[in-house]
């Protein structure tokens, strides 16, 4: 697919080593800091979270799953975000013991919220209006095992709209390949660019959000880009057929 912003300007999908080299470019060699890019995309998930309860978002229950990566920091920072704005928020962790630097400074930060780190058997009551995925994002390497299977199990099996960031949880980002269970999401927020493995049938409803990526990192990266955003910090993204 090819994906344009409401003006017609096409975003370039990339595959999960485009975005790691992008990643890579963006911090190295243009100075932006890895915390930056995972304040930015907290952010723009809990903005669009927001959009996605609608004008009842004040009396909301949020549930968050979130693995131990770049995407579960994403995740936990936005949670943050939705707790601070009196939302009632429950974190579920895949992997508590387990956390990259990013994500257990995001739980650390959270802990001094109203929001609850909860257990599986915490996410069944109250029934949540809203669960965010943030459990595996680009940097899939098999299928989800362990609690992070039960997890995407239980989240399809909810009934509940589902919010993905990045990449529904299980699916390839190169690919699109789903080697084991994967989130269906109706809304996946894309990071900084989709990936290839997006299709109409596993993504929902697409939304693109700004890391404060320069253009020259992006060009850096062997990448042709123009900045879809304009005056917004995360756009709705139109995917048409090649």
């Not at 058997?121 to 992070?148: C, F, K, M, N, T």
Request: net charge negative; with cysteine.
């Amino acid at each position: 697919m090819r994906y344009f912003n409401d003006a017609g300007v096409e975003v370039p999908a990339i595959n999960a080593e485009q975005m790691r080299e992008l990643v890579r470019v963006a911090i190295g060699e243009v100075g932006i800091e890895w915390p930056q890019m995972i304040a930015s995309a907290g952010r723009s998930a809990a903005l669009l979270a927001l959009d996605c309860l609608g004008e009842h978002w004040h009396g909301a229950n949020v549930v968050v799953l979130a693995g131990g990566g770049g995407n579960a920091a994403a995740g936990i920072c936005g949670a943050r975000h939705l707790a601070n704005r009196g939302i009632a928020v429950r974190l579920c962790l895949s992997e508590p013991e387990h956390l990259e630097e990013m994500a257990a400074r995001q739980r650390k930060s959270f802990s001094f919220t109203a929001g609850k780190e909860v257990e599986p058997e915490g996410l069944e009551s109250p029934r949540p209006d809203l669960i965010v995925d943030a459990l595996i994002g680009y940097g899939l390497r098999g299928a989800p095992q362990g609690r992070a299977a039960e997890l995407i199990q239980w989240a399809n099996g909810s009934g509940v709209p589902i919010l993905s960031l990045d990449m529904p949880s299980g699916v390839n980002a190169t690919t699109g390949h789903a080697p084991g269970v994967f989130i269906r999401p109706h809304w996946t927020l894309l990071l900084a660019l989709p990936k290839t493995g997006l299709t109409r049938e596993n993504c929902g409803e697409l939304y693109l959000a700004d890391l404060g990526i320069p253009p020259a990192a992006f060009q850096r990266a062997g990448l042709k880009y123009q900045s879809p955003f304009g005056a917004l910090f995360f756009i709705r993204l139109l995917a048409r057929d090649e």
